[in-house]
């Protein structure tokens, strides 16, 4: 099975419920995820993530499609087959899930004892796993023992301690605060990257959605591409806009889009430059705080889709004084972190080039 993908699903139907109470989740999903690849599947609440997680997962038998994991078609598969596969899974839950009555140790071990048969290595991989997570020193405590960032780690130690081929994880930074969020999505990105493993993570978590390979869109049990995501979205953005400064909306647009190039410039965005692009979008137009975190999250999702955006970049139409104030504005997300980097600054001259202005923000006359 050297080529096949490690989850291949195609025309994936799902419903819970008999007879009238019969309620179709999931619609016609179709998609392929390889080793080593890292997809976070994002949409509103209820739109069946966790269904379609749960039967990627094999906790759940497929009722309609194919749903092929590891080789293996899960579609009316018996409890045999699952098991096995789900042998070779590694899940994270919200929830870590760990045995109350045993140590972090003894918990990361029992997920090692009930799937392989040499137990000599057992001890030291146990050990290298919670070194892995950080750890190491609290391997004698108990779950209560630990804060909740420490608990979700020994989830993470446990879900791979066998260097599972497939990562599953439903939102494993939905109890955790933001910093503890992020370190933990690192190490699984970190884990998974050295193990080639392929991971699916659920997540309504904006701010680690740049730890994706991919990013897969789940909206009422559809799958939907992230460019209809973003040109709906872009749609929405421009209308809000509209309703505040019809004249400006356009310029808004693309003035938001510039500025989350630039955060993005040097690969991934900090606190520091999304408080930046806020505070900026404030001062540029009058809008709600709920409006102005869409029109960034937005923004964002566009640079991120930049590769089916580029027929959409709109002409700004700067005067001098916006011209000047855009690129200001820029810079000033370069320095958000305390100092410009040369790849902010090659993204600012790419920028001002696109929309015929000079360095200092003087549009050129031609
Ligand atoms: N065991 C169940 N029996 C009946 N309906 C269910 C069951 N589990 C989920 N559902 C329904 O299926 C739909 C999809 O649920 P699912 O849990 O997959 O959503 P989700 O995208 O994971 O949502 P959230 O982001 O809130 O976790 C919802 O309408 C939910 O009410
Ligand atoms: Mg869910």
Do not use: W
Not at 129 to 154: I, Y
Not at 213 to 241: A, C, K, P, Y
Not at 255 to 271: K, M, N, P, Q, T
């Amino acid at each position: 099975m050297s080529t096949e993908a490690r989850i291949a699903l195609d025309g994936v139907s799902y419903c819970f419920g008999k007879g009238a109470l019969r309620k179709q989740v999931l619609f016609d999903i179709a998609t392929q995820i390889n080793g080593g690849e890292i997809v976070i599947l994002t949409g509103p609440s209820g739109s069946g993530k966790t269904t379609l997680l749960t039967l990627v997962g094999a906790l759940r038998s497929a009722q309609e499609g194919s749903v092929r994991v590891l080789g293996q078609e899960l579609l009316n598969a018996r409890e045999r087959k699952l098991i096995k596969v789900r042998r070779q899974i590694g899940y994270i839950f919200q929830a870590h899930n760990l045995l109350n009555s045993l140590t972090i140790g003894q918990n990361v071990q029992m997920a090692l004892q009930l799937n392989s048969e040499k137990r000599k290595d057992d001890k030291r991989r146990v050990i290298e796993v919670l070194q892995r997570v950080g750890l190491a020193e609290h391997e004698h405590k108990l779950p209560r023992e630990l804060s909740g960032g420490q608990k979700q780690r020994a989830g993470i130690a446990r879900a791979l301690v066998n260097r599972p081929k497939i990562v599953l994880a439903d939102e494993p930074t939905a109890s955790l605060d933001k910093k503890s969020g992020r370190d933990v999505v690192e190490l699984i990105e970190d884990l998974a990257r050295e193990d080639g493993s392929a991971v699916i993570l659920v997540t309504h978590d904006n701010r680690i959605l740049d730890v994706a390979d991919r990013i897969l869109h789940v909206e009422d049990g559809r799958m939907r591409s992230m460019s209809e995501v973003v040109s709906e979205g872009t749609s929405r953005m421009l209308n809000l806009l509209e309703k505040h400064d019809p004249n400006s909306a356009n310029y808004l647009a693309t003035f938001a889009f510039a500025l989350a190039r630039i955060a993005y410039a040097d690969g991934e965005v900090s606190d520091a430059e999304r408080e930046k692009i806020r505070r900026i979008l404030h001062e540029v137009a009058d809008l709600k705080e709920s409006e102005v975190e869409f029109i960034m999250e937005l923004s964002m999702m566009q640079r991120r889709a930049k590769s089916n955006l580029d027929n959409r970049i709109v002409n700004p139409a700067l005067d001098e004084k916006r011209a000047k104030h855009f690129l200001n504005s820029l810079h000033a997300i370069a320095q958000a972190d305390g100092i410009t980097t040369s790849l902010e600054l090659i993204e600012i001259d790419a920028i001002a080039a696109e929309f015929g202005l000079h360095r200092k923000g003087i549009p050129k006359t031609s």
